[in-house]
């Protein structure tokens, strides 16, 4: 291929036609499920391809099912405290423990409790006891010849033990199929391995290894190889002959070196390439040699989601096993959704229950963006004919996580910090059933998210440019009919961020004026955005000559990657940012860095964990530990 050339998209197939395509392709090779037997005692979780039936009973005998006496039950009759009867040992009854065998002439057995002994070999009951009393019969757990598990089950633990039981010792399953991974790419490189300009470590396929296991799969990963066609050609044709499924895992779009589609337009049978996903576009499906191939694209998050919709299902289809339908919640919308009319688009949310409704939120929607599923609750799926939904409307969540651990979040959605993150793993720690969620949206978005009841707390800092105080003026101004509280005694230093030695000689805002000098900026309506325009208002400097001030980044460490990576000589954020990522810093002023809370939840069992965690020794150690905090008495201040 020349180096000019590009891939075109065959396609732009909705999700269900590519499947359809796909899996009727498939059908034609009739290659799907393969048997093997096994040890019963290694069956765990895998799929029965027929009915077990028992090879004998359970138990197998006539059993106690007590410990005591075993005795005639004829015997017996008549007795009572008045007229107790009297019997003698090997003659009229024997001692018996749980799970001992009865044999005639005995045919009961009388507990231990109910037994009074006159002397050693003789006893007397006072009341009699009825044939087969405590005793479990042959077959009372399981008849030889009965069904003990069906066909197409996923066999547990117990499952095990009733097949022992019944004296199952091999067992017929679903052979696991064998999926081969190859990752692509000249770019990429082992975690271990020394980073470079250019070079990114390969995650996808360690990633691909683990939901292949979880599926019930054997994954197979192959060395990385280069984009080099006639090097992935022979890789593809060697995984064909050695697995059952082969996924190729990059090379999949449309660039000059991405020669996936072509390989298997040439060596096989290319069904799909384009799928109207987003992220995920440029799935390939395809067979080679009677073998199910699929691209499946670079970026972390198509990758993840394009294996869920393709890969999982064919080895379920594998193992003769449906997919289950996965749960689904359905939640209000905090924002507004932009979709495209090109695509069906899978949307990372996340979810927390405020009072008694469930709020959806969306993460960050970049195809490349790992950590967003990482915190994700949850996939907000938009039809490709919706253009959008509306902040408010009630949507159907696909849950990533467990309902349980959702109702039990403290959602927070506001301004960034890494105490966030601090907090999130003492709750984890400390309280088993509580987890803190963060959302960053700046102070203004965490006010305005109190406003919609989307949250139980919003962390804001926000400078009040007539008076210098933080917070309250923009609460009263903004909640003017709600009820809060202000959770204060955390105060934060906030500072230019520099590269290492400071090369520009960064002093004083008037700095950033110079036209050598290249700023990043956090969104509008962050208290750091705040921050930074009221020192420039104050000091009459045009914002508009600073090189860089549209450029925006959500969080602190987003600013201090940009100036870490050369992209940036500086931004303003916090100083343990600074410190945590080896930069520079120069003071601007210690800010409130307050909680904002509706009243109503303030004495809740979550937010007293919450606010006992602030107060604890942990916490302040932490906070010395980062650098750049203040700490002073927690207090609730009503607003």
């Not at 009867?85 to 024997?94: P, Q, T, Y």
């Not at 809740?604 to 203040?630: A, P, R, V, W």
Request: aromatic share 6%.
């Amino acid at each position: 291929m020349k180096k000019f050339d590009r891939n075109i998209y065959l396609s732009n197939m909705e999700l269900h036609e590519a499947k359809k395509l796909f899996f009727d392709e498939i059908d034609k090779i009739n290659k799907y499920v393969s048997t093997e037997t096994i040890p019963t005692i290694d069956s765990m979780g895998r799929i029965t391809t027929r009915a077990v039936f028992a090879n004998s009973s359970s138990p197998h005998y006539n059993a106690s099912a007590m410990d005591g006496i075993c005795v005639k039950a004829s015997s017996t009759y008549g007795a009572d405290e008045r007229n107790p009867v009297k019997l003698l040992l090997n003659e009229d009854f024997i001692y018996v423990d749980t799970g001992d065998p009865i044999m005639p002439p005995y045919d009961a057995v009388i507990m231990i409790e109910d037994v009074m002994e006159i002397d050693n070999n003789n006893v007397k009951i006072m009341k009699p006891a009825y044939p087969w009393q405590h005793i479990r019969p042959v077959g009372e757990d399981m008849v030889a010849g009965e069904m003990i598990i069906p066909s197409f089950k996923r066999i547990h633990p117990v499952d095990i033990g009733a097949m022992l039981c019944g004296q199952v010792l091999e067992v017929e399953v679903s052979k696991r199929p064998m999926v081969g991974l190859i990752p692509t790419g000249t770019e990429i490189v082992e975690p271990h391995d020394e980073l470079s300009p250019g070079k990114i470590i390969e995650s996808n396929s360690r990633v691909f290894e683990n939901l292949v296991k979880e599926y019930g799969g054997i994954s197979n990963r192959y060395p990385p190889v280069i984009d080099n066609m006639n090097l992935i050609e022979k890789a593809i044709l060697r995984a064909c002959d050695e697995n059952d499924i082969v996924i190729i895992n990059a090379g999949s779009s449309a660039g000059t070196e991405d020669y996936t589609s072509t390989i298997i337009k040439n060596i096989g049978k290319l069904l799909v390439h384009g799928i109207a996903i987003k992220p995920g576009k440029p799935t390939i499906l395809g067979i080679v040699n009677d073998t199910p191939v699929i691209g499946i694209p670079g970026y972390p998050v198509s990758a993840f989601l394009s294996f869920e919709e393709f890969v999982k299902p064919l080895v379920h289809k594998f193992l003769s096993l449906k997919d289950k339908k996965k749960k689904l919640l359905k939640a209000t919308l905090s924002k507004k959704i932009v979709s495209s009319l090109k695509h069906k688009e899978f949307v990372r949310m996340k979810i927390g229950k405020v009072e008694d409704k469930f709020i959806a939120t969306p993460l960050n929607r970049g195809a490349g963006v790992t950590m967003s599923l990482v915190r994700a609750d949850g996939i907000l799926k938009i039809p490709q004919e919706l253009e959008g939904i509306q902040g408010g409307k009630t949507v159907e969540v696909e849950l990533l996580k467990d309902k349980n651990e959702i109702e039990n979040t403290i959602v927070s959605i506001g301004s960034h910090d890494l105490i966030l993150d601090i907090l999130s793993n003492i709750i984890s720690k400390t309280h088993n059933n509580i987890f803190l969620s963060s959302a960053h949206v700046g102070s203004l978005g965490g006010i305005m998210s109190m406003k919609r009841g989307e949250a139980h707390m919003a962390p804001i800092h926000l400078l009040d440019e007539l008076t210098g105080t933080y917070n309250e003026s923009y609460i009263k101004k903004y909640l003017k009919n709600k009820d809060m509280v202000l959770i204060k005694g955390i105060k934060r230093q906030q500072g230019f961020i520099l590269q290492k030695n400071n090369p520009k000689n960064i002093k004083v805002f008037e700095d950033l004026l110079n036209k050598d000098l290249v700023f990043v900026n956090r969104q509008k309506g962050s208290g750091t955005r705040v921050l930074l325009d009221y020192n420039l208002k104050k000091l009459g400097l045009d914002s508009s000559l600073i090189r860089g001030y549209e450029r925006e980044m959500t969080t602190h460490m987003n600013v201090a990657s940009c100036v870490l990576s050369g992209s940036a000589h500086v931004g303003v954020g916090v100083k343990s940012v600074a410190n945590t990522m080896n930069l520079d810093f120069i003071p601007i002023g210690l800010e409130d860095y307050d909680f904002l809370v509706p009243k109503k939840f303030i004495d809740t069992h979550m937010i007293n964990n919450f606010i006992s965690i602030l107060k604890s020794q942990e916490f302040k150690d932490e906070l010395e530990n980062l650098g750049g905090y203040e700490m002073e008495d927690i207090q609730i201040v009503e607003v």
